[in-house]
């Protein structure tokens, strides 16, 4: 596909430093930040001096991994407001987010971290090639979660115009996007598919759309998903990346280059660990992404456990940035599957899916346990195109999938088809993976 965009660099001052130059500045945040979290936050004085570490001892990032790691559980013992750093007057934002267990996680933000994150916002504007020019279409939600108001403030900031939609009512969003004229759309990828397939359902063409760009995360895609979004919408599709507990989106975005989303490390440092022995992986290993948050001020956090699995790279990226970049997010530590010993993440059998021509980018996982062991079963939506395919042809897509799937990820599955528009769309995150071991 052509290109529609053209990306800028927001801040180079920050954006394109050299690697000696970006570990100074972080050394230099990083021993404030320890400073500050031992004198205000008891949970980080508690844990150093469990560990008999002084703020002292933290002289640059070399020192980085003597730190003790923050966990979620950690955010949940101290809920509601136990991590945060500033007195309360100082906080101006509160958001959370629920997982599926458990209490609440909260964040607390002083207006110094609503203005990072809106630098982080409109730095990733720039690598969408998006400016005070463009209507920006925002379909994640609005609320506690960070989508939809991360995505409002970042492109407020920039100076172009924001649509806030926010997420549902499909219909109503197709109109606004053909009648507004939006450039940019912000949402998550999986709705990004169903707006593709609702638009002919609603006999909106492509062509009366202005869309040049997809600011797309929040949930791990492939990038087969990302080419069906982009053929679908005709559009560039880039992947946004972030959480709540660090910022909101935009703590990692792809550029043009669409190779890895540049980690904001000025603001972020990022590290990969293993997940088991928790000691630091080199770039380009698989493990564990780690986050310190080296400017926040309300709910600062160091070495927060992520659970998200990816690498990092650190070569040079044509888009001239110098930030390290990570790669695609396979799935979270405790979304991955188990299936008889082999470790398989929604996300790869996604890409499996999508390498096969007649199927829609709709699908189900769900998980037993039979006589012992364990079985996956998919469901496949096919394309209204070859839904009324003779038997044999679709028995032969049907295996054509379970091949594609064993010879990806080395484990056997079984592929049912279903018909066009049966598997549940998400307007927010999808939810994929019925694991009936787990009930
Ligand atoms: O999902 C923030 C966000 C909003 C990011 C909009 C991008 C766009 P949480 O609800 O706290 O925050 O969920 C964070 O979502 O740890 C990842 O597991 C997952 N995630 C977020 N972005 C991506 C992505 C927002 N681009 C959790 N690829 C993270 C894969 C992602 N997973």
């Given at each position: 596909?052509?290109?529609?965009?053209?990306?800028?660099?927001?801040?180079?001052?920050?954006?394109?430093?050299?690697r000696s130059e970006m570990q100074a500045l972080q050394s230099e945040r990083l021993v404030k930040l320890v400073k500050r979290v031992y004198d205000n936050v008891a949970v980080y004085r508690a844990k150093m001096d469990a560990i008999k570490l002084k703020p002292e001892d933290i002289r640059s990032v070399d020192d980085l991994?003597?730190?003790?790691?923050?966990?979620?559980?950690?955010?949940?013992?101290?809920?509601?407001?136990?991590?945060?750093?500033?007195?309360?007057?100082?906080?101006v934002r509160l958001h959370a987010s629920s997982g599926t267990t458990g209490k609440l996680t909260v964040v607390g933000y002083s207006q110094n971290d609503l203005d990072v994150w809106a630098e982080c916002v409109c730095r990733a504007l720039g690598m969408a090639g998006v400016t005070k020019e463009d209507t920006v279409h925002v379909a994640y939600g609005y609320g506690l979660f960070t989508g939809g108001l991360g995505l409002h403030d970042g492109a407020t900031k920039m100076g172009a115009t924001v649509v806030p939609a926010s997420s549902g009512n499909t219909k109503r969003q197709l109109s606004l996007l053909r009648d507004f004229g939006a450039t940019a759309i912000a949402c998550t990828p999986s709705y990004a598919i169903y707006?593709?397939?609702?638009?002919?359902?609603?006999?909106?063409?492509?062509?009366?759309?202005?869309?040049?760009?997809?600011?797309?995360?929040?949930?791990?895609?492939?990038?087969?998903?990302?080419k069906e979004i982009e053929r679908t919408l005709n559009i560039d599709a880039l992947d946004i990346y972030g959480l709540s507990e660090i910022s909101g989106p935009g703590v990692a975005m792809?550029?043009?280059?669409?190779?890895?989303?540049?980690?904001?490390?000025?603001?972020?440092?990022?590290?990969?660990?293993?997940?088991?022995?928790?000691?630091?992986?080199?770039?380009?290993?698989?493990?564990?992404?780690?986050?310190?948050?080296?400017t926040?001020?309300?709910q600062p956090?160091?070495?927060?456990?992520?659970?998200?699995?990816?690498?990092?790279?650190?070569?040079?990226?044509?888009?001239?940035?110098?930030?390290?970049?990570?790669?695609?997010?396979?799935?979270?530590?405790?979304?991955?599957?188990?299936?008889?010993?082999?470790?398989?993440?929604?996300?790869?059998?996604?890409?499996?899916?999508?390498?096969?021509?007649?199927?829609?980018?709709?699908?189900?996982?769900?998980?037993d346990r039979v006589d012992n062991l364990d079985?996956?079963?998919?469901?496949?939506e096919v394309n209204e195109s070859i839904s009324s395919d003779t038997v044999g042809s679709l028995e032969a897509l049907r295996k054509k999938i379970e091949s594609e799937i064993h010879s990806y990820l080395g484990i056997s599955a079984r592929v049912r088809l279903v018909e066009p528009n049966t598997v549940q769309r998400s307007e927010g995150k999808a939810v994929r993976v019925i694991d009936k071991r787990k009930i």
């Open positions: 596909m052509k290109s529609r965009v053209k990306d800028y660099i927001y801040s180079p001052q920050y954006e394109c430093l050299s991994y003597k730190l003790p790691f923050t966990t979620k559980q950690d955010l949940r013992n101290n809920y509601p407001f136990g991590m945060l750093c500033a007195p309360k007057e100082e906080i707006l593709g397939t609702e638009m002919e359902n609603n006999g909106i063409s492509v062509d009366e759309l202005k869309l040049k760009v997809g600011i797309f995360g929040a949930e791990p895609w492939s990038d087969n998903m990302r792809e550029c043009m280059a669409k190779n890895g989303s540049h980690v904001q490390e000025d603001h972020f440092i990022p590290e990969i660990v293993d997940p088991v022995t928790l000691e630091p992986l080199p770039y380009g290993e698989k493990g564990e992404l780690v986050f310190t948050t080296i926040k001020t309300g956090l160091v070495r927060y456990r992520t659970r998200d699995i990816t690498s990092l790279n650190a070569e040079k990226c044509s888009c001239g940035r110098t930030t390290v970049r990570m790669n695609k997010v396979l799935g979270r530590n405790d979304d991955m599957l188990i299936i008889r010993g082999v470790n398989v993440f929604p996300s790869q059998i996604e890409a499996a899916i999508m390498n096969v021509s007649g199927v829609a980018p709709h699908y189900m996982i769900y998980v079985v996956m079963e998919i469901h496949v």
